[in-house]
């Protein structure tokens, strides 16, 4: 690659990794980079902010494997269901489908004191679920999540 042609491709990447450096929930929840040329990045933090709005807060006792939050209904304020840890210990997140199954997604990483991040993605609006929290650490401290949807 010519050092002209690196220089190009650097131009392209860079606001690209700078929106992802001020928007990390932006990197975890949406699909789409901004078009940062028509205000593309003020619309995905608004967007993003729309969706996190509302976001429903549960604290779990001590004492517990985790647990379960829900039943809610997948609306057409987020595209994803997006789960944020506010707890001092990492746990694990999944989604089950009420409707369809008692069987979860697949498992998606929180740590500690975490943004939100997807735990599933496309969810069809309407759509009736469940997050369950699994974890060794909550005997000693209670888990705290918010859910976005």
Same mark, same amino acid.
């Given at each position: 690659?010519?050092?002209?042609?690196?220089?190009?491709?650097? /131009? %392209?990447? =860079?606001?690209?990794? $700078?929106?992802?450096?001020?928007?990390?929930? !932006? @990197?975890?929840?949406?699909?789409?980079?901004?078009?940062?040329?028509?205000? /593309? %990045?003020? =619309?995905?933090?608004? $967007?993003?902010?729309?969706?996190?709005?509302? !976001? @429903?807060?549960?604290?779990?006792?001590?004492?517990?494997?985790?647990?379960?939050?829900?039943?809610?209904?997948?609306? $057409?304020?987020?595209?994803?269901?997006?789960?944020?840890?506010?707890?001092?210990?990492?746990?694990?997140?999944?989604?089950?489908?009420?409707?369809?199954?008692?069987?979860?997604?697949?498992?998606?990483?929180?740590?500690?004191?975490?943004?939100?991040?997807?735990?599933?993605?496309?969810?069809?609006?309407?759509?009736?679920?469940?997050?369950?929290?699994?974890?060794?650490?909550?005997?000693?401290?209670?888990?705290?999540?918010?859910?976005?949807?």
């Amino acid at each position: 690659m010519s050092p002209s042609s690196a220089r190009v491709l650097l /131009g %392209a990447a =860079l606001p690209l990794v $700078t929106t992802m450096a001020l928007f990390p929930q !932006a @990197a975890q929840a949406s699909q789409a980079a901004p078009d940062l040329e028509s205000g /593309g %990045a003020n =619309l995905a933090a608004a $967007t993003l902010a729309g969706c996190y709005d509302g !976001a @429903a807060h549960r604290v779990f006792q001590q004492g517990g494997w985790g647990g379960e939050v829900g039943t809610f209904t997948a609306s $057409t304020r987020c595209l994803d269901i997006n789960v944020r840890n506010d707890s001092v210990f990492s746990t694990n997140a999944c989604v089950v489908f009420v409707d369809k199954t008692n069987n979860c997604n697949y498992w998606t990483y929180l740590p500690a004191k975490s943004g939100f991040y997807v735990v599933a993605t496309n969810v069809r609006d309407g759509a009736h679920f469940r997050v369950r929290f699994s974890n060794n650490f909550f005997q000693y401290d209670p888990l705290i999540s918010d859910t976005a949807y």
